[in-house]
Every structure is written in structure tokens, then in C-alpha cells.
Nanobody
Framework: QVQLVESGGGLVQAGGSLRLSCAAS????????MGWFRQAPGKERELVAA???????KYADSVKGRFTISRDNAKNTLYLQMNSLKPEDTAVYYC????????????????WGQGTQVTVSS
């Protein structure tokens, strides 16, 4: 089992920045693909960004150029740097992990954190 714990969410004004962290513990492997997903009220959970063990990345079109995903394998920690935040970025952000390819599909991820709330005010 892998345990994932997110932190770093909060309330920020539009145009501001936040950095989310996700600490992994348990049977962690550097070979896991790690991803950030988000779910806004009344909407389905969607991929924000994902990163492979080798550093390949995938981003949602809506966050390209504003968000950066990274990982520190030595610390078993995943990050999401969010800049130029917009009110439409408001959501609960989840960290997730899977073995295999760099999948954008929610249902293909095996391990999930509890989520952290990000609220962007206009």
C-alpha cells in the first residue's frame, strides 16, 4: 500500500501562486507515475498534470504555461507549482499514483490522497 498526503492548499487571490506538496509513504517506488487531479463542485475529477519516474510530463491544456509538476524521488514528494491562478482553478486537488504509463485517466490510478482545497478569489 501507498499512502499519499497533500498539503499547501488555501485561499489566494486571482493572479497569485500556491505550491502543493504530496508526501508518499508505505511501499513507495520511484517507478510510480504521479499525478495531480482536481475536482470542482458539480464537476468530474480531471487531470491537472502527471509526471513519470523519468520526468516526462503531461498537462491539461487549461494549466499549460501556468502550472509546473515536479518530483523529488529522494524525498518521496510530489509538487505542483501553480502560478497566475484563476477563479476557475478553484477545486479540491488530489495527488495520485500508479504503475505503468503516463495515463491521464482518473480510473487508472491506484492510490489517492485525501485532497487539499484550493480557492481562488476574483
Amino acid at each position: 500500500q501507498v499512502q499519499l498526503v497533500e498539503s499547501g492548499g488555501g485561499l489566494v487571490q486571482a493572479g497569485g501562486s500556491l505550491r502543493l506538496s504530496c508526501a508518499a509513504s508505505g511501499r513507495t517506488r520511484n517507478s510510480y507515475v504521479m499525478g495531480w487531479f482536481r475536482q470542482a463542485p458539480g464537476k468530474e475529477r480531471e487531470l491537472v498534470a502527471a509526471i513519470s519516474s523519468g520526468g516526462s510530463t503531461k498537462y491539461a491544456d487549461s494549466v499549460k504555461g501556468r502550472f509546473t509538476i515536479s518530483r523529488d524521488n529522494a524525498k518521496n514528494t510530489l509538487y505542483l507549482q501553480m502560478n497566475s491562478l484563476k477563479p476557475e482553478d478553484t477545486a479540491v486537488y488530489y495527488c495520485a499514483a500508479r504503475l505503468g504509463w503516463l495515463s491521464p485517466n482518473v480510473e487508472s490510478y491506484d492510490y489517492w490522497g485525501q485532497g487539499t482545497q484550493v480557492t481562488v478569489s476574483s
